[in-house]
């Protein structure tokens, strides 16, 4: 904290700009050490808060306006281009997607608090039409706030922060060494924890193949379509339940001894290995995410069914 306050000073407000674009372009790069630590310099008398307030917020509107018209632009591909690099495992267009939809684009407000709604709420709102003068409006609203509490919180516990950077300053380099490492090891546990989750059940995962050797069977299952309703123009797998994902624990009173089929459009099944999870968590073990999802299954030329036929409403 104490090379972080000496390069702050040093390098003026720049380092406050670059750092907030570097983390809101998605970089696993946290910048909210730097505003913490540009709070306690205001707290000093080193720093002005309108100029670092004023920069913070411009970053924010710099990067999120690249996010939200790319995702104007390109649509569902822009999401799942973020589900497939980002290190957050809390990530998932499905569940995005229809947290978006349930609260509306007052819900940027609070996406840069949330891990994993952040990073998909902005090119959302550009993929929903959402106009851009109320855009603009409500990221400059949630960037202040976002920017703000970091800064809030620097300068109210500035004397401890000093006494951080104090103690730090006796151990020189090293302090700058333990510094890299922690930032190392957030990407590490980062990276670990989603690869984690992208790894669970991979070898419970079933094919198109199998999944419509079983329907052709007459074998009972119940296939649950997990994806947002503008993903469903194209159709459903015949027989499918249409279900949100925070939805999926109402499955527990009607599976009965069926086994559940879980299929999404997030890259690596993300949402259906999620839900398969927390399905397990609940006693029913015979789940399975469906691999490559509803675009697999439909480019292997099998049966769907349009959106006027959609099966809608829980399982009996």
């Known amino acids: ?6 390069f702050l ?8 700009f670059v750092a907030v674009l570097i983390e809101q372009l998605g970089l696993p790069v946290p910048s909210g050490p730097v505003l913490l630590a540009a709070g ?4 000093l008398g080193s720093l002005d808060p309108a100029m670092v307030m004023l920069l913070s917020i411009a970053a924010c509107l710099m990067s999120d306006n690249v996010w939200f018209w790319w995702g104007r632009r390109r649509g569902n591909k822009v999401l799942k281009f973020l589900c497939r690099v980002s290190l957050e495992p809390e990530i ?3 569940q995005t997607q229809s947290r978006y939809q349930r609260y509306g684009p007052n819900s940027l407000l609070v996406a840069k608090f949330i891990p994993g ?8 709102a550009g993929m929903f039409g959402l106009a851009v003068w109320r855009f603009l409006s409500l990221d400059c609203i949630a960037s202040a706030l976002w920017a703000g509490a970091y800064v809030i919180t620097g300068y109210l516990f500035r004397a401890g922060l000093e006494d951080l950077a104090a103690e730090l300053s006796r151990f020189g380099i090293w302090a ?6 922690c930032l190392a090891a957030y990407i590490l546990t980062k990276y670990h924890r989603r690869r984690k989750i992208f790894h669970s059940l991979r070898t419970e995962r079933i094919t198109p193949q199998e999944l419509k050797e079983r329907i052709d069977s007459g074998e009972q299952m119940l296939i649950v379509d997990l994806r947002a309703e503008h993903e469903r123009v194209d159709g459903v797998i015949p027989g499918a339940v249409v279900m949100a994902y925070e939805e999926v624990d109402a499955l527990v009173q009607t599976v009965g001894g069926r086994e559940v089929i879980f299929y999404c459009s997030c890259p690596n099944e993300a949402a259906s290995v999620r839900a398969a999870l927390r399905l ?3 006693g029913a073990v015979r789940t399975h995410p469906l691999l490559g999802g509803f675009d697999s299954w439909k480019n292997l030329g099998y049966p769907v069914i349009v959106p006027a036929a959609q099966q809608t409403e829980t399982p009996p």
Request: charged share 5%; glycine share 10%.
């Open 1 to 6: 904290m104490h090379a972080m306050m000496n």
């Open 9 to 16: 000073i040093a390098h003026g407000y720049a380092v406050i």
């Open 40 to 43: 306690a310099l205001i707290g």
């Open 92 to 94: 998932c267009v499905a």
């Open 117 to 124: 709604f952040g990073a998909l709420a902005t090119p959302m």
């Open 176 to 181: 700058g060494i333990l510094i890299v490492s």
């Open 280 to 282: 397990r968590r609940h």
